[in-house]
């Protein structure tokens, strides 16, 4: 069975740095893997995902992904995070029995002005 | 257009009622599911349905039942509620392998 976990539930950072969200999974062939955020009260918002090729991936907000299958990491990144950027963030992974996503822990960023 | 939709938004209920919370997307696509997200924010997969394949994650409590009239529509009854019920559902959709896309979520309160 597939497992995700994210080492990090709370990180905060200052606007205008740079940031990095840890995601390490757990699965058995090659995996799909996907950043979803959620803002307080909202559902989840895709940020981007990894399906095949190549392995850094750009998403939306100015958000990116590198996957690191020696290390078996997706881990997500900003260069400079803005304030409206604090919510949850959600790495998961896909399974190709019924295609369900199996979530990490999720992080919680908060941004300082 | 909202491209998944779930009502009601919230549901505040007594232990040991009967609910239902209903889904609707439209994209178009063949699969959809329900999630269960705890105080925690810790999100588990509930249920897959694609094409009336119902796929279901063995841990969900047979009192938790996914009814799907059409492709569209993933509706979930819940049976004699519990306390530990309580949580927000999400649901879900997408075309197989590809990303999925949720809707904003039903809280469920337990009292």
């Known amino acids: 069975a597939q497992s995700v976990t994210q080492p990090d539930i709370h990180i905060t950072v200052s606007e205008g740095a740079s940031l990095e969200l840890r995601c390490n999974y757990s699965?058995?062939?090659?995996?799909?893997l996907f950043w979803y955020v959620q803002s307080p009260g909202q559902g989840l918002q895709l940020l981007l995902k990894?399906?095949?090729?190549?392995?850094l991936v750009q998403g939306i907000k100015g958000f990116e992904a590198e996957f690191k299958r020696s290390q078996s990491s997706f881990n997500l990144r900003k260069p400079s995070v803005h304030w409206s950027d604090a919510a949850e963030y959600f790495c998961?992974?896909?399974?190709?029995?019924?295609?369900?996503?199996?979530f990490g822990g999720g992080t919680r960023l908060m941004v300082k002005p | 257009d909202t491209a998944v939709s779930q009502t009601p938004k919230y549901l505040v209920t007594q232990m040991g009622n009967d609910k239902s919370i209903k889904c609707e997307q439209n994209?178009?696509?063949?699969?959809m599911y329900w999630y269960k997200q705890d105080s925690k924010k810790f999100l588990k997969i509930m249920f897959s349905?694609?094409?009336?394949?119902?796929?279901i994650n063995e841990t969900v409590p047979n009192r938790f039942s996914p009814k799907s009239p059409d492709k569209a529509h993933l509706n979930l009854h819940i049976n004699s509620l519990e306390l530990g019920d309580s949580a927000v559902y999400f649901c879900?959709?997408?075309?197989?392998?590809?990303?999925?896309?949720f809707g904003p979520g039903t809280r469920l309160t337990v009292l």
């Open positions: 879900a959709s997408s075309q197989v392998r590809h990303e999925q896309f």
């Open positions: 699965y058995g062939a090659t995996p799909y």
């Open positions: 990894y399906f095949s090729g190549d392995t």
């Open positions: 998961a992974v896909g399974a190709d029995a019924g295609n369900m996503l199996t």
């Open positions: 994209l178009g696509h063949d699969t």
């Open positions: 349905y694609n094409n009336k394949e119902l796929i």
